[in-house]
């Protein structure tokens, strides 16, 4: 789900002229496009900025109006500018848990709302 009014940019490095000035850059994709991977399951909200060459987990969350710098690893919930994983979610959408409740340990939460189980160990989610 891509959000109202996402930004996906397409290049680290941007200009608009040759080095010398004397031409426009050609618009057509060149060396310096990348690409943003954004898999499955994954949700983007509205207003939301994401850089290039970045890859967007499976399941993640993007709060509204985030500025995405870094990829997102998979399950994450990430908010801010620029945004920070402050979480897990379900593939339902439901938030599991924060990450600074979990001080690092390995814990296995339950969804409250469709009861699918997950490991979450050192940040790396994994459904079971």
């Known amino acids: 789900m891509i959000g109202a009014g ?4 397409n290049d680290r490095y941007p200009r608009a ?3 010398d000035l ?5 618009s057509e994709p060149d060396e310096h496009t990348r690409l943003t991977v954004v898999r499955r399951g994954a949700s983007i909200g509205a207003g939301s900025v994401i850089g290039c060459d970045l890859s967007i987990g499976q399941f993640a969350l993007i709060g509204m109006g985030s500025v995405v ?11 801010g500018n620029p945004a920070r994983s402050i979480g897990a979610v379900c593939r339902c959408g439901n938030p599991l848990v ?3 409740r979990t001080n690092g340990k390995a814990v296995h939460v339950l969804c409250s709302d469709c009861h699918r ?3 979450i160990n050192e940040r790396i ?4």
């Open 22 to 26: 004397q031409s426009l850059r050609p």
């Open 17 to 19: 002229a040759t080095p």
């Open 69 to 79: 710098t870094r990829s997102v690893p998979d399950y994450h919930l990430v908010i």
């Open 6 to 9: 996402v930004i996906f940019t």
């Open 98 to 100: 924060r990450f600074s």
């Open 125 to 128: 989610v994994q459904e079971l």
């Open 117 to 119: 189980s997950y490991a």
